[in-house]
């Protein structure tokens, strides 16, 4: 897998910063690369899958802070067929009627203090197993050898959003003290508005390459005109 030391220097040859007395240091590029990977985070999550230990009488677990979205839930897991449950909002008094149900809790402050939280509608007896298939965020960056763990087909979307937040920085710290001699700030914006369109683009061509297709029959009703 790709490194950050790795996409640093690749970040830096596309930015134009790769020579003996670069502008940026590796800090400030790392910073960009994480706002990057937390913009992509919606568009293409992680995706995780999850082995807890069920307790006796406990409904309710707690999950890592970087969930977005529940994609399967097994109770008791390993189960032939698999014993998939139903989502199902737990504030339903119909959730606890059932022991084929579960829903997941998504905090907008997600921390460790408040995490995302997993609630069963059975009550476990202890011992069985939770199988449970997320979305989550992507990992952060800050150690030199950390991995990427965004696929790689989607680098070049990582690449670009971090030179566009790049040009940001310029743009704003020229407008800030600008110079009244040689007047950057249009070619800085002009630059900015580029590098936007440049990765706007390139992500709308992802994503399409991420939709699916498929063809459905049409089935008409014998009391309709043939036209």
């Known amino acids: 897998m790709t490194t950050l030391a790795e996409l640093l220097d690749q970040l830096r040859n596309l930015i134009g910063d790769a020579g003996a007395a ?5 800090l400030q ?9 937390q913009e992509l985070n919606p568009y293409f999550p992680r995706r995780l899958s999850y082995t807890l230990s069920a307790v006796a009488g406990e409904h309710e677990y707690a999950l890592e802070t970087g969930c977005r979205a ?3 839930c097994e109770f008791p897991a390993g189960r032939t067929p698999p014993a998939f449950l139903r989502r199902m909002d737990c504030t339903d008094p119909d959730f606890w009627r059932r022991d084929d149900r579960y829903d ?3 905090p907008h402050d997600a921390s460790s203090l ?17 199988a449970l298939q997320v979305e989550a965020d992507h990992n952060s960056l800050s150690a030199l050898s950390d991995e ?5 087909r989607y680098h070049h ?3 670009l959003c971090a030179r566009l937040q790049v040009w940001r920085e310029l743009s704003t710290t020229e407008g800030m003290d600008p110079n009244p001699i040689q ?3 249009a070619t800085l914006e002009l630059n900015v508005e580029r590098a936007e369109r440049q990765y706007r683009s390139a992500l709308k061509a992802a994503l399409a390459a991420e939709s699916r297709s498929a063809a459905a029959a049409w089935r008409m009703s014998p009391c309709d005109r043939v036209y």
Do not use: K, M, Q
Not at 114 to 130: C, D, F, K, M, V
Not at 148 to 152: M, N, Q, R, S
């Open 22 to 26: 670069p502008h940026f240091n590796d």
């Open 29 to 37: 590029l790392t910073d960009y690369l994480n706002r990057a990977l």
């Open 70 to 72: 529940a994609l399967a």
């Open 104 to 106: 997941l809790i998504l």
């Open 114 to 130: 408040n995490p995302p939280r997993l609630i069963l509608s059975a009550t476990p007896t202890g011992g069985e197993g939770i």
């Open 148 to 152: 990427v763990t965004l696929p790689g």
């Open 157 to 159: 979307l990582l690449l």
């Open 183 to 185: 007047l950057w700030s």
